[in-house]
Each structure stands twice: as C-alpha cells, then as structure tokens.
Antibody
Framework: QVQLVESGGGLVKPGGSLRLSCAAS????????MNWIRQAPGKGLEWVSY????????WYADSVKGRFTFSRDNTKNSLYLQMNGLRAEDTAVYYC?????????????WGQGTLVTVSS | EIVMTQSPATLSVSPGERATLSCRAS??????LAWFQQKAGQAPRLLIS???TRATGIPARFSGSGSGTDFTLTISSLQSEDFAVYYC??????????FGPGTKVDFK
C-alpha cells in the first residue's frame, strides 16, 4: 500500500535551518508529482511547495520562496525540503502529499506529518 | 490568488442527521475542487475530487456538488466516525493551491 513517511522535524531557533525528508513506498515514485503542505498548531492547511515527477519544475508559496528548497531523489524514492532562515511563523506540522491524478494536483495520499517548532 | 471560504465554521449535528457544508471560491474554479476530512492528530484524507467524485473507499453517504464558485459537501446520515474538520481546496488556478479555513462538525 502507499506509504509516505516524513522525518527531520524538531526544535530550531529563529534563523536556523532544518532538512525534512519524505520516504515513499508502495507506488512508482518517479511517476508522481509531489507536494509539501503545512499546518500551524490549531490552524488550517497551507500549501508550501510542488515538484514535478522529474524534479525539473518546482513551485513555492510566497511565504517560503527564497528560503525553502524542494528536491527529490527518484533513485531513493525520497523528497527533501531544505528550510533556511526559519521564522516563528514556520512552526507547523509538515506533510508530504502525492498528486494521484497525473498533474491535476489532487492530493490523494498524505504522510503522517513531522512537527517543526521554531522558537528561541 | 483564489481565496476559499467555508461556512459554517462549526456545525453541531446529532448522529443520523444530515450535514451540509458550504465552500465558496473568490473566482470560478470550474469543478477543480476537493474536499478533505481531518480527524484530531491525523493527516487529512481525500474525500471528494472534481467537486463530486468520491475517492477510493469513501462511503456513499458523502456527496459533493457545485461548480464555478459555490460548492457543497453533504453527509447524508452522520456516523460517529464522521465528526471531524472538513476542508475544501481548489486546484484550478495555481500556484498557490488554496484551502478553505475548515468546518468543524461536532456533536450536538
């Protein structure tokens, strides 16, 4: 069955860096577009970033542009989110989510999430 | 950016009753609209895409309707496991993909 497992979250000081990972299994990873979506504590869902199946096309939310870098390694069935210049408002659970619809961007599978806390 | 709104913020329903949740887009999204269910401490789960197509394994008591700017999620007879927060999301015009603020369905 499809599995997405995020890791790498934790407590970091403002201005610090963190690298999140998402390990995928149960499907042909290299065929699928992928996304990161986050949820601040007690708040709603916010899309963060998108990456095409090859990794050649990447989009970011304005709130993270220039600070976050989304990448993938199709040989390792893994996604990475390098987060630099972290701010208190980046505190959230970060989910990786699969686009199960060949480019329509329907988020059909989600990981369990990893919590990032930015605090001094 | 397309802004999504949802109403009501909280819906209090008794088991067995019908629940009707609304979602509105600030401009037309055609039928490029999804609904998600999120229970406490869990990841969101896809319920509906294309405004009205149930995802795999979603019970028939969940139905979606609408197009353009106004959408509805209906739960025909609420079960205990349906008490959760429901989000709508547009994927018509992106980036960014945008979500509504959610409707919490709780016990009356």
């Amino acid at each position: 069955q499809v599995q997405l497992v995020e890791s790498g979250g934790g407590l970091v000081k403002p201005g610090g860096s963190l690298r999140l990972s998402c390990a995928a299994s149960g499907f042909t990873f290299s065929d699928y577009y992928m996304n990161w979506i986050r949820q601040a504590p007690g708040k709603g869902l916010e899309w963060v970033s998108y990456i095409s199946s090859s990794g050649n096309t990447i989009w970011y939310a304005d709130s993270v542009k220039g600070r976050f870098t989304f990448s993938r390694d199709n040989t390792k069935n893994s996604l990475y989110l390098q987060m630099n210049g972290l701010r208190a408002e980046d505190t959230a659970v970060y989910y990786c989510a699969r686009d199960g619809s060949s480019g329509l961007n329907i988020f059909d599978q989600w990981g369990q999430g990893t919590l990032v806390t930015v605090s001094s | 950016e397309i802004v999504m709104t949802q109403s009501p913020a909280t819906l209090s329903v008794s088991p067995g009753e019908r629940a009707t949740l609304s979602c509105r887009a600030s401009q037309s999204v055609s039928t490029n609209l999804a609904w998600f269910q999120q229970k406490a401490g869990q990841a969101p789960r896809l319920l509906i895409s294309g405004a009205s197509t149930r995802a795999t394994g979603i019970p028939a008591r969940f139905s979606g309707s609408g197009s353009g700017t106004d959408f509805t999620l209906t739960i025909s007879s609420l079960q205990s496991e349906d008490f959760a927060v429901y989000y709508c999301q547009q994927y018509d015009n992106w980036p960014p993909f945008t979500f509504g603020p959610g409707t919490k369905v709780d016990f009356k």
